[in-house]
């Protein structure tokens, strides 16, 4: 079973809520964090006291118990775990299990029923989570277990944004702003993806672990003086430090260089108009020339004098369209 599971790259079976009309009103057990990983007990009794914390406001149990050894069970193992519940009087078992698994942990979820010794349906989840933060696997298993026990649980994401132009996007939706510093935003448990953006410009999106009625580690939004938006975790930075204030950015010292060179393409076009003008002239006075010399004018010079009006006309549209682009790159010079 492991090894399969190692091969996927995303594994996700989820059902919103354990149906309550499954469920008979019972004890709950709840078995203490699994991790094949390098965790110290203190974190597995943390994620265990967490479930049972949320399991106390359940609807679907009458009671919740937290087993005192750990279970030396496979999570996956009905058999092993039913035999458990027996023995500490439990009609379900509640299992959280996390195992490092190539550059992320494989986390998953499930409640085992004693007596038909089976996992109860829509109890079950698991996914790859691409992460080297236990607080990351820790965090999506509590959503798991709210989840699954119709628990409505929240957190807050706390966001220092030190411009007020900076908008906040929380798994791609835009979150109000209180304009506090720094910003708490209200999440489910889990893990989340934040990015800012200040008008067509944004930043990566930073991926945030929320735990049970937890604030996040602050994550810092910061304007740079080229126009980058870093996102920074605190727990990324060393010990009491912190970003400095935003930099200013200009977005127009583009516009000058731009408007340079709409001016100077449009001096090019008149530089042009002025050259088909004195080609249209010179054509002409040769006609004319001719025409003074014969009293006529012959099919040759029928021939200059068209190629004389179309000089002229190309002169007039060049001058034209010059004279528009000087314009427009001499206004978005001195405008910005």
Known sequence: MQTKLVGLALLLA???????????????????FISTS?????????????FFEVAKQSPLFKDAVLLDR??????????????VGRLAHCQNVLVGSSSAVGNGFLVSFRIF???????????????LLVTDRQADAQAWAERQACRALQVKCVGKIVVDADRRDMNIYVDERLAPRSFKTPEQIVVEPGVHGVRISIGPRT?????????????????????????????VLASELRAGQRPGFSAEFHEGGWKKPVGWTVA?????????????????????DSA?????????????????????????TTANILFAVGGALVAAGLITVLAF
């Open 288 to 312: 004319n020339a001719n025409y003074a010399s014969q009293n006529a004018y012959l099919r040759n010079d029928v021939a200059t004098i068209n190629s004389a009006r179309n000089a002229a």
């Open 14 to 32: 989820i059902s919103p809520a354990v149906q309550s009309q499954e469920l008979n009103a019972g004890e709950l057990c709840i078995a203490q």
């Open 113 to 127: 029923e004693v007596g038909k010794a089976r996992v109860m349906p829509g109890s079950e989840a698991e996914q």
């Open 203 to 231: 930043s990566l999106e930073k991926k945030v672990a929320v735990s049970y009625n937890q604030v996040s580690d602050i994550v810092y939004a910061r304007q740079t003086e080229e126009g980058g938006l870093p996102l």
């Open 70 to 83: 750990p279970a030396l069970c496979n999570p996956y193992d009905v058999r092993c775990f039913s035999d």
């Open 264 to 284: 100077g393409a449009g001096i090019l076009a008149a530089g042009i108009g002025a050259y088909e003008g004195l080609h249209s002239k010179s054509l002409i």
């Open 38 to 50: 390098q965790a110290d007990k203190a974190y597995l009794e943390s994620v265990q006291k967490t």
